[in-house]
């Protein structure tokens, strides 16, 4: 289904195969080129892709895949390193005739000059994370990234977050002048199980960057040893920064791929995510469209997301985390409901959805340049 007058065609968007933002780009980048005719170039910073990563990439229409071994602003070892960056793919831009720049990373906007608008998609940041996990001052590392993350936001033609209160948070960690734009991320729901319903599995699952802290998997690990129920965790233990996790209860899964996954969610069990610090959550997504029933951190991104949808716990409370997933386990109609309201919730955030909102971002900003671009050639 293609929507709308579309004169966009071409698109470079920058993106790396560590996170969630690896998935966000290859989903986003199909839809737009199936419902909007958007080819679009994927600029990738960071660790390489592996293979996996690089056959699903394969699959999109329309994709080129640019691995640029270029660093990741938060892995990074100074600013010039990302300023570098910044304008690599600045020149990218004009090599492969883009009409829009969506950057994934902000901070490549701080010191280079686009010749098309960019659109700056704020996924996260290590201001908003130390905020959110950590308290006093910044380190020195974490703040002249913060410097270039901010200038970069600053320069971009228009700034979007995955949620409000990811929008209210950047905000504020940067002192915009205008709220950026909440654009909920998207995934493609799996398809309806045939025959009839089994009985939920009596375990607890979580995913993501484990290593992460702010994903606070420990607190998570502590609470379901407190119960003797199994826990079992997809995702890497260990960073590409080093940062690393080493759960004593749980059953480690390590990288399940996507089909992998969608099975084991296929079977329903309770989903917990105790993260301290979350501008999205696909993976809590990606459990809610399977139907599983949710307890998750209260903290504003997932009240936004899924309040009346889910079991809200203090994240740092291992008590109250054990007594949630407890009630939940043994109530069988509660562990039903809430499993129904999540499927329903989920419906909101669709890839479509998601895609359709961004066109008509990068359309209107090409439209305001050509507008622009008009005026001056006629004075």
Avoid at 135 to 147: E, I, K
Avoid at 170 to 194: D, F, H, I
């Amino acid at each position: 289904m293609r929507t709308g007058v579309n004169t966009l065609r071409r698109l470079l968007m920058t993106a790396d195969a560590v996170g969630g933002v690896w998935s966000y780009a290859l989903d986003l980048a199909a839809a737009l080129a199936r419902r909007h005719d958007v080819e679009t170039t994927l600029a990738v910073l960071g660790p390489l892709p592996n293979e996996d990563q690089r056959w699903s990439a394969g699959l999109v229409p329309g994709l080129t895949l640019v691995e640029t071994a270029l660093p990741l602003d938060w892995l990074a070892g100074r600013p010039a390193e990302v300023e570098a960056a910044g304008r690599r793919i600045a020149a990218l831009a004009v090599e492969t005739g883009a009409e829009i720049v969506q950057l994934n990373t902000p901070a490549l906007a701080a010191r280079a000059l686009f010749p098309v608008p960019v659109v700056a998609v704020h996924h996260s940041c290590v201001a908003t994370w130390w905020a959110g996990v950590r308290s006093g001052p910044l380190p020195d590392d974490f703040a002249w990234r913060t410097d270039l993350v901010g200038r970069g936001l600053r320069a971009a033609d228009a700034v979007v977050a995955p949620s409000r209160a990811f929008a209210r948070a950047t905000r504020q960690a940067y002192g915009l002048s205008a709220l950026p734009q909440a654009v909920w991320n998207g995934r493609a729901a799996p398809p309806a199980p045939e025959g009839e319903a089994t009985e939920p599995a009596a375990f607890v699952f979580s995913a993501g960057r484990l290593w992460d802290e702010g994903k606070n998997v420990r607190a998570l690990d502590a609470a379901a040893a407190r119960l003797g129920v199994r826990l079992l965790l997809a995702g890497p233990l260990q960073g590409p920064n080093g940062a690393r996790v080493a759960p004593g209860h749980a059953l480690c899964l390590g990288n399940l791929g996507g089909e992998s996954l969608r099975d084991c969610l296929a079977r329903r069990p309770v989903f917990a995510s105790t993260a301290l610090f979350e501008p999205f959550g696909l993976a809590v997504l990606e459990a809610a469209q399977a139907g599983c029933a949710l307890v998750l951190s209260d903290i504003p991104t997932f009240r936004e997301l899924w309040a009346d949808a889910a079991v809200f716990v203090p994240p740092r409370d291992e008590a109250a985390i054990a007594a949630a997933l407890d009630r939940v386990l043994r109530d069988r109609g509660l562990r039903a409901e809430l499993g129904e309201a999540a499927r329903r919730r989920a419906g909101r955030y669709t890839i479509a959805a998601m895609a359709d909102r961004m066109a008509g971002l990068y359309r209107g900003l090409a439209a305001t340049t050509a507008r622009r671009a008009a005026r001056e050639a006629a004075e």
